[in-house]
T-cell receptor, first 116, second 112 residues
Framework: GAVVSQHPSWVICKSGTSVKIECRSLDFQATTMFWYRQFPKQSLMLMATSNEGSKATYEQGVEKDKFLINHASLTLSTLTVTSAHPEDSSFYIC????????????FGEGSRLTVL | KQEVTQIPAALSVPEGENLVLNCSFTDSAIYNLQWFRQDPGKGLTSLLLIQSSQREQTSGRLNASLDKSSGRSTLYIAASQPGDSATYLCAVFYSSASKIIFGSGTRLSIRP
């Protein structure tokens, strides 16, 4: 399966600053990547679908101007949380779909964001 | 509305026991169902993937079944070990909407 790497694994920032999280597909070219958010003891909620070379598709209720997604290459997607606030503190996870006919997903290790 | 439910939310059993985790989904028109394991503060590790045309998949001590007509999947863990302690999530992929919906997970604790 695909190997997915996220960086940083954890980050602490001050309120009002911006934080960038990277998601890399190390051994698989990914035209699509998914970004999820997970609050403590809750399941994963899809935030957006990152599309290589085009705009991301955001889920209802997710502010596209706050959560900037860039998918500039087939191996890298970035999520930037702009003007972060304490309520943005969460666990952010990206995933890469495997072979199209299986629908299998492979996940990164996640990035824990704490906004003070 | 497409929903995925996992019961129980938490489970604690002594080492060596066989156990079953449950996942139910409201819309049976699924493309596939995937079981994941998540350790605290970590990402998700894929355990088993069942396509809609399949009834079960096995990997080592794990066996996952799928019954689309009743909207259910089970994850069977044989001879449980303390290292199996984690949160187990099921996820259903609906091709019609290109959407994957996750259950809320079952937090499993295996007591030595």
């Amino acid at each position: 399966g695909a190997v997915v790497s996220q960086h940083p694994s954890w980050v602490i920032c001050k309120s009002g600053t911006s934080v960038k999280i990277e998601c890399r597909s190390l051994d698989f070219q990914a035209t699509t990547m998914f970004w999820y958010r997970q609050f403590p003891k809750q399941s994963l909620m899809l935030m957006a679908t990152s599309n290589e070379g085009s705009k991301a598709t955001y889920e209802q209720g997710v502010e596209k101007d706050k959560f900037l997604i860039n998918h500039a290459s087939l191996t890298l997607s970035t999520l930037t949380v702009t003007s972060a606030h304490p309520e943005d503190s969460s666990f952010y996870i990206c995933s890469v779909p495997g072979l199209a006919d299986t629908g299998e997903l492979f996940f990164g290790e996640g990035s824990r964001l704490t906004v003070l | 509305k497409q929903e995925v439910t996992q019961i129980p939310a938490a489970l604690s059993v002594p080492e060596g026991e066989n156990l079953v985790l449950n996942c139910s989904f409201t819309d049976s028109a699924i493309y596939n169902l995937q079981w994941f394991r998540q350790d605290p503060g970590k990402g998700l590790t894929s355990l088993l993937l069942i396509q809609s045309s399949q009834r079960e998949q096995t990997s080592g001590r794990l066996n996952a079944s799928l019954d689309k007509s009743s909207g259910r999947s089970t994850l069977y863990i044989a001879a449980s070990q303390p290292g199996d302690s984690a949160t187990y999530l099921c996820a259903v992929f609906y091709s019609s909407a290109s959407k994957i919906i996750f259950g809320s997970g079952t937090r499993l604790s295996i007591r030595p």
